[in-house]
């Protein structure tokens, strides 16, 4: 079993910074992609930016120029650097990890418990 736990969410003004981190521990022995999604009030989730294992990295046009993701493989973690925030940022983010627990078999979908992230002044 593998467990992510989140952390860095926060209340913030508009216009702040906020560092997100999650750490993947458990059986574990090789982590494919990892992401970040939020999910606001009567939304459905979205991906707010992924990182592949070479650190390959995407993001929601929505966040492109502000938002930062890093995963550090020594430490199975991975980041999200949020700058210049605003009130549309407000959701719960969730961390996202495609983990191969063994050498053979297949990689399986683990998700984050949320971490609150809210922009208001």
């Known amino acids: 079993q593998v467990q992510l736990v989140e952390s860095g969410g926060g209340l913030v003004q508009p216009g702040g910074s906020l560092r997100l981190s999650c750490a993947a521990s458990?059986?574990?022995?090789?982590?494919?992609?990892m992401g970040w999604y939020r999910q606001a009030p009567g939304e459905q989730r979205e991906l707010v930016a992924g990182?592949?294992?070479?650190?390959?990295?995407n993001y929601a046009d929505s966040v492109k120029g502000r938002f930062t993701i890093s995963r550090d493989n020594a430490k199975n973690t991975v980041y999200l650097q949020m700058n210049s925030l605003k009130p549309e940022d407000t959701a719960v983010y969730y961390c996202n990890a495609d983990v191969r627990s063994r050498a053979w078999g297949p990689s399986r979908n683990y998700w984050g418990q949320g971490t609150q992230v809210t922009v208001s002044s």
């Open positions: 458990g059986s574990i022995f090789s982590i494919n992609a």
């Open positions: 990182i592949t294992s070479g650190s390959s990295t």
